[in-house]
């Protein structure tokens, strides 16, 4: 069974950057879309952006898109979102998921392999 850890959260300003990592062990992962999802508290857990298992496609949801980037070193067997031009709305914490399949996708019914614990990302005004 492959687990997932996510690292890199924090707490930075409006507009700083961050990078999550999401290192997988168990298994490679080199042929399984990788999933960011978040949650902020009192809300629905959200898609935010996967990764393809090649890291050639990247799809993003739509207040994200252009300040979020996804890439994958599959040599490490492992995902990243590189995080730009934070804003106070993208608190919350994030996980990432596995896929059972290599393509990216936004519906979150296609990552039903494996999720990380989380890491929480808190961004002030």
């Known amino acids: 069974q492959v687990q997932l850890v996510e690292s890199g959260g924090g707490l930075v300003q409006a507009g700083d950057a961050l990078r999550l990592s999401c290192a997988a062990s168990?298994?490679?992962?080199?042929?399984?879309?990788v999933g960011w999802f978040r949650q902020a508290p009192g809300k629905e857990r959200e898609f935010v952006a996967s990764?393809?298992?090649?890291?050639?496609?990247?799809k993003y949801t739509d207040s994200v898109q252009g300040r979020f980037t996804g890439s994958r070193d599959n040599a490490k067997n492992t995902v990243y979102l590189q995080m730009n031009s934070l804003k106070p709305e993208d608190t919350a914490n994030y996980y990432c998921?596995?896929?059972?399949?290599?393509?990216?996708?936004?519906?979150?019914?296609?990552?039903?392999?494996?999720w990380g614990q989380g890491t929480q990302v808190t961004v002030s005004s």
């Open positions: 168990g298994r490679s992962i080199s042929t399984q879309a």
């Open positions: 990764v393809s298992a090649s890291g050639a496609t990247t």
């Open positions: 998921a596995l896929s059972w399949q290599a393509l990216a996708v936004m519906d979150s019914r296609h990552y039903n392999e494996s």
